[in-house]
C-alpha cells in the first residue's frame, strides 16, 4: 500500500491523508474533491463525434506537404513528420479534467492517456510538455503539485522526462500533456490501413467509463478503484512492438468514443465495414454488474446519438450490452487490425507484455462502412487460450 501523503495547510500543522485503495475517496485539507470541481472527467469530457464533425467540416486541410505522412484527415491519433529515410517525428497532445480525486492519480491517468497516442501510431515517445489549467483560488500548490508529480511518475515509467510546459488559471482543473516521439517511417501505423478479413484485436477490457461514472456516483463496489487504477495507468508500450509486426496493418488506441466509435473510424478510414462480437470483449470486474444497474456516462449517451445509425444491433442486444460498447475509455487499450494467421501471435505478443486481457472482438468485412454488432461470439472471434500475464509494479511514489 502507498505511503500516506503529508501536506501543509496554511496556518495548520501538516495533516496526515490516508488513501483508501479500495473506494478511491480521499480527504485532503482545504483541498476540495477533484472531480466535484470539473462538469466532466477523463475522455468522457471530449466533444461528440458528431460535434467534432461539424467543427472539423469547415477546416482548412493541412496542404500538399510531402513529408506531413499524417495530418487531420482520417482523424488519428498523433501527427507524424518524416524528417529522413529513418525517422519520422510523432506528435500529440492530450488533457482532460479529473476521473478521480486522488491528484497524483489524476497526474498518472492523465498522462497515461497522453502518451498512448504515441504507442498507437507505433512509435516510442522521448519526452513530454505538461499542460496545466487550474482554478488556483481553489486548489492549493501542494495539490496542483501532486497532480504533476503523478504526471511525471507515468512519464518516468515510460522513460521519459516531463520537459517544460505551459499553465493558465482556469475555472476547471485541466491536465495533460504534449508528447514528442519517433517512428521508422516504414513502421507508421494509422487507422485506415485495415484489410477484409483482419481480425479485430482489443488489448484491454471495457469498462473504465462506467466505473468512473459509479465512483462519482458513490456506488463503485471495493476493489473497484484498484481495477480503474490498473487499467488507466497501464502503458500501451506493445504499441511498437505491434507495428513491427508482420500481419498487422491499422492501430488505434480506444478513448472516449468508446469500441465502436474508434472501430466506426477504422472502417470509415478503410472503406470497410466491421462485425464485433458484443460478448466478446474482456470487461473490468464489476463493470457487467453496474452496467445492468444503468450506470453509464452521459458520453455512452452522446455517443449512441452520434454514431449509431452507423451501428446495426441484434435485435434482442440488451441496452446495457450496448451502453459498454459505447462506454468511453480513459486511457483504454488498442484497437488492431491483423491478418488472421497472425493473430494467435500477436495475442501471445500482448499478454507476454502484460495485456492479459487482450481478445479478438470482430473483424472487417467488404461493404460499407458501418458496424453490425452480434449477441453470440462467432468463429472469427474466438480466442486461444490466455495464460497468465505478468504484472507490472506500480510507479515510484
Known sequence: MREPILYEAPGARLKRRIPNLNTGFYELPDSPPLTTLA??????????????????????????????????????????????????????????????????????IAATNALSDIYAMGGQPIFALAIVGMPVDKLPASTIGEILAGGAAACSVAGIPVAGGHSIDSLEPIYGLAVIGLVHPDHVLTNKGAEAGDVMILTKALGIGVLSAAFKQRRLPPGGYQGLMAATTQLNDVGPALAARAGVHAMTDVTGF???????????????GAEICADAPALLEAAEILARASVRTGAAARNWASYGASVRLEADMPEWRRDILLDPQTSGGLLVAAAPDSAEDILALCRNAGFASARIVGRFVSGPPEIHVTRAAERSCENPPAGRAPGRPPPPR
Open 258 to 272: 468508446g469500441l465502436l466509435g474508434h472501430a466506426l473510424e477504422m472502417c470509415r478510414g478503410a472503406g470497410l
Open 39 to 108: 462538469h466532466g472527467g477523463g475522455c468522457g469530457c471530449k466533444l461528440s463525434p458528431a460535434v467534432l464533425a461539424e467543427i472539423l467540416r469547415n477546416t482548412p486541410a493541412t496542404g500538399p506537404f510531402a513529408d506531413l505522412l499524417v495530418g487531420t484527415e482520417t482523424g488519428d491519433d498523433a501527427a507524424v513528420w518524416r524528417l529522413n529515410a529513418e525517422q519520422a517525428v510523432v506528435a500529440t497532445t492530450d488533457f482532460f479534467m479529473p476521473i478521480v480525486d486522488d491528484p497524483f492519480d489524476f497526474g498518472r
